[in-house]
């Protein structure tokens, strides 16, 4: 471990969790993108199409891509926001919600495993560590200062 920068441990991690996803996604024909953003809809009230990217933390033309992807597939449908003639509702079809079912017990399952194998005070500090790393980027404390590269 003494060699691993955190990144490092961040990037291999999830690139990990990434395909391991992608590979349960494929069994049923769809894509982790395509899962996380069915798990990101409201299924009840749709979700506005301008909170959809921030809520995924997607840029929107990545997100555009899938949410035509996901129309194609009739998985979603847009519709007039009641509330917001300016914007779309994305909302689930019958089929969007059964898909939306799977990926949720994809990822309730996955969060099982690593329960089921990892104590309650080291899934915390995981937590913990994960929440300080976020406020850190969030509130601008990584690279706030210039890095002197002058040679003393």
Known sequence: MKD?????????TWQAVARMYNEEAAKF??????????????PEKGTPST????????????????LKNMEEKGLIRRKPNPEDGRSVLICLTAFGKEKREISKA??????????????ETDLNGFFNVMETINELITE?????????????
Do not use: C, H, W
């Open 51 to 66: 909170s959809l990217g921030p809520r995924m933390g997607m840029e929107s033309t990545s997100l555009s891509r899938i």
């Open 29 to 42: 024909e769809t894509t982790m993108a395509t899962g996380f953003t069915l798990l990101s809809i409201d």
């Open 106 to 119: 994809v990822v309730l399952r996955f969060n099982e495993v690593v329960k089921s194998n990892v104590s």
């Open 140 to 152: 601008k404390k990584v690279y706030t200062q210039e890095v002197n590269t002058e040679k003393s």
């Open 4 to 12: 691993k920068t955190i990144d490092y441990a961040l990037r291999a």
